[in-house]
């Protein structure tokens, strides 16, 4: 499963999650012009999320753990999603902890 490319992507699963839960929140599609990185998406609810999106095997550029870094920081809420946290729920888990809806987890 890609990150962030085509229907099945992770990507694509955190949104359809998403609007199921009634959340909103901000993919950056394109990254010029956005400081170096900015996670994948910030998502609000009851709380922010700040989340990146990686395979299975996909590293953390130096900039994106400079950014997780002072999110945690500041007291942020800043995690990392791959395709095993969609299979383990625990991407619905966390989205369904922000959407105020009771019983859905």
Do not use: C, Y
């Not at 099945?8 to 199921?20: C, F, Q």
């Not at 590293?59 to 969609?86: H, N």
Request: aromatic content about 6%; overall charge neutral; hydrophobic content about 40%.
């Amino acid at each position: 499963m890609s990150e962030d490319k085509g229907p099945d992507s992770l990507d694509a699963h955190v949104r359809k999650l998403m609007d199921d839960l009634g959340l909103w929140g901000h993919h950056q599609q394109n990254s010029i012009g956005s400081r170096r990185g900015w996670p994948d998406w910030v998502i609000f609810g009851t709380a922010i999320l700040f989340r990146e999106l990686k395979s299975e095997r996909g590293t953390l550029k130096p900039d994106q753990e400079m950014v997780r870094d002072k999110i945690l920081a500041a007291g942020g809420d800043w995690a990392l999603w791959r395709p095993s946290d969609l299979l383990s729920r625990r991407i619905h888990r966390e989205l369904t902890a922000i959407s105020g809806l009771r019983g859905a987890v």
